[in-house]
């Protein structure tokens, strides 16, 4: 292999210390608070750490992204004993991953049964996972992140990431505690995994982007592009992350949010461009799960990180009419809005307005000065009797009353009749009365990306490999379905299928090699 290397740089990569769920769990900022506003939530700080690159060298695998799946990806290749070579777009490393929460939905760990959870097993895992997506996702791709997130979950721990039995949650709407956050959230997952690249035979650049991959007379793909610079190599691995930051490709493969209009904005790094798909359709790969991800709702005053909306709220359709429990799951909340036509309304009185205070979940937008200033502003609709609120929000005047009438008297008996609420039931009988406008429209992942294999082979339209490429992490597109299955189902895929793909690159290639 010959390896033209003249793009190579040193870098000086930047810690990020802020506020964006893992996609989703809450991020810090330096004070200890959640960090609520700015650009995507984020605080950045720079931290001076020199990646050093040697030139002219031939490797066996080179991947292209150092989020959680380059990472884990590059690792797991240097431990099979191949030569690694890391391309990362951004000025630092981690991508998105930096910024999450960095929680891992397994099932059968170690921690698990420290926490009580027992018995729980990968076929449990498998049959909630495609009973809940309508079996609408590739069982046998599915099935190797339930068999490997333990093992994997293992794998990480022992790396050095801390999960504690207090970390350890029911994630999403399934019933058996799954979720596991990490000591440090995805930036100190990130760090480890790193300080372990740093130590093996994997060298990086930052600052260089792929332009394109290389193949050989046979199809095989055996390097990469940076403009006019190439580099060979046995196998490539793409963990170019999703394309959320991409309003093109959002159009494209994502209807559902680029439907949202200026109300979107997307949690990750500016460097979420699509790469994986643009790099794998060059090469013929087949591309999957369009239409999917995870929208958070949000009633769009600013780009502030929500995951739930208050319990004391209720949620109308435009017929008035209440649709679901308003402390539904943030994993399927926005899709129950968007089987409402894309938007609902958030309808409260005065008392609630009065009372309401800062929560981790809700995070600021539902305070009661906040609400007050929207009203002000007119951004919030405010108005002395319902049947005016009705009017200026466009829904039906009949069933708002009727929805009102029958969950106040609901308040007084305790019980929810119509959805079952089991927290937050309130009246609405104090004017004035509020409702805003509320939009799924925060894009947390991106699900569409390339067909892979069960072993992350990356497949063409034929369902046939193509040779010397994988793919990790959000660049998949046959994982996901159009219900998540809750928090750590993003980031746990990228471990797993990283080191996954790690390990096959770097087999794949040592045996080119004889």
Known sequence: MIASMRFLHSASPGRNDGGVPDRL??????SGRPATSGSAGMMVARAEIAYIVRMNRDYDVIVIGSGAAGLAAAVAAADEGASVLIVE????VGGSSRLSGGHFYAAGTSVQVEAGVIGDTPDAMFEHYMTLNQWLVDPAVVRRYCDQSAPTFEWVKNLGVKFSKEGVYRSGVGSTPRGHQPEGGGEQVVNILDGHRSHKDVDIVLNSRVSALLTDEDGRVNGISIGDDQATCGAVIMATGGFGANPEMIEKYYPQASATGDWRWYIGTEGA???????????????DGHDRGLLLVTPGFGRDLEVLLPGWLILVNKEG??????????????????????HA??????????AAKPSPISQANWVSDVLHQKAEEGRIYREETLEDLAAAMQVDVGGLLGTIERYNNDVV???DTAFFKANGLQSVTRAPFYGVEIRPAIVCWTGTGVR???DTAVMNKQEKAIPGLYAAGETIGNLHGDRYIGGG??????LVFGKIAGENAARYARALNG
Do not use: H, M
């Open 452 to 454: 892979v294999s069960a």
């Open 273 to 287: 461009q699509g790469d994986g798909i643009t790099l794998g359709e060059s090469v013929g790969a087949a591309v």
């Open 489 to 494: 189902g993003s980031f746990g895929p990228c």
């Open 89 to 92: 777009g951004d000025k630092q």
């Open 413 to 415: 008996s305790g019980a």
């Open 25 to 30: 769990g809450y991020g810090r900022n330096d």
């Open 321 to 342: 009419r209440r649709f679901t429990d308003e402390s539904a799951p943030y994993t399927v909340l926005g899709g129950l809005i968007q089987n409402e036509g894309g």
């Open 345 to 354: 309304f958030a309808v409260f009185d005065e008392t609630a307005r009065t």
